[in-house]
């Protein structure tokens, strides 16, 4: 199994485009999760889904879109990038009435 | 937002020493987990705690859950380079499916 994968692994943007960053998990998860991880703030949750076509919003959302249409699948868009955008991304999923996260290896994102 | 407390926030150290992490809540935490992050990775779980008083060991790691189940300690034996790593605790105030994350206690191993 690979686990939860993530793509790109490394992406620069200027500001103002967009993009969208994958998340794949091969495991039947029920639960996906978007974090941001900054130094000195540790892991911030963005969004999560407890299901396929459900999304909630977490700690901080703003200035991101996701959506899950499979239930293997969790994306995490950025419609106009920002400076404050830069950031490693970890995505990370989760099966029901099970304890422990699996993440996958992150996205490391720079906005100029 | 219930908040993890870790401390130290970082730990350099000689291969051989023992040492303790904290992670403190004001909060009570139906469960409690620890990860370790290697750097360029994703964290990994080590262990998860889920009765107050609850000792796990895991080889040279020995993990804690505290009586009131708001706090936590992870001691490490004889230390080795290998352990060196981001250090987390995440915590889950209800349904186990919402994690709250402590800032991380960054481990250095000097051989």
């Known amino acids: 199994n690979a686990g939860v994968t993530q793509t790109p692994k490394f992406r620069v943007l200027k500001t103002g485009q967009s993009m969208t960053l994958l998340c794949a998990q091969d495991m039947n998860h029920e639960y996906m999760y978007w974090y941001r991880q900054d130094p000195g703030m540790g892991l911030r949750l963005i969004h999560y889904s407890v299901g396929e076509g459900t999304t909630a919003k977490g700690e901080v959302p703003d200035g991101y879109n996701v959506s899950r249409l499979k239930k293997q699948n969790f994306l995490l868009g950025l419609e106009s990038a920002a400076p404050s955008q830069t950031s490693v991304y970890f995505c990370a999923s989760l099966k029901q009435n099970n304890y422990g996260y699996t993440f996958g290896s992150g996205t490391r994102l720079t906005v100029v | 937002t219930q908040l993890l407390e870790q401390s130290p926030q970082f730990l350099s150290i000689q291969e051989g020493e023992n040492l303790t992490v904290y992670c403190n809540s004001s909060?009570?935490?139906?469960?409690l987990q620890w990860y370790r992050q290697e750097p360029g990775e994703g964290p990994v779980l080590l262990v998860t705690?889920?009765?107050?008083?609850e000792v796990k060991k895991l080889k040279r790691l020995t993990f804690q859950f505290g009586d009131a189940r708001k706090d936590s300690s992870l001691h490490i034996t004889a230390a080795q380079p290998g352990d060196t790593g981001l250090y987390l605790c995440a915590g889950a105030p209800g349904s186990n499916y919402k994690l709250t994350f402590g800032k991380g206690t960054l481990l250095t191993v000097n051989p």
């Open positions: 909060s009570v935490f139906s469960s």
């Open positions: 705690v889920v009765t107050g008083g």
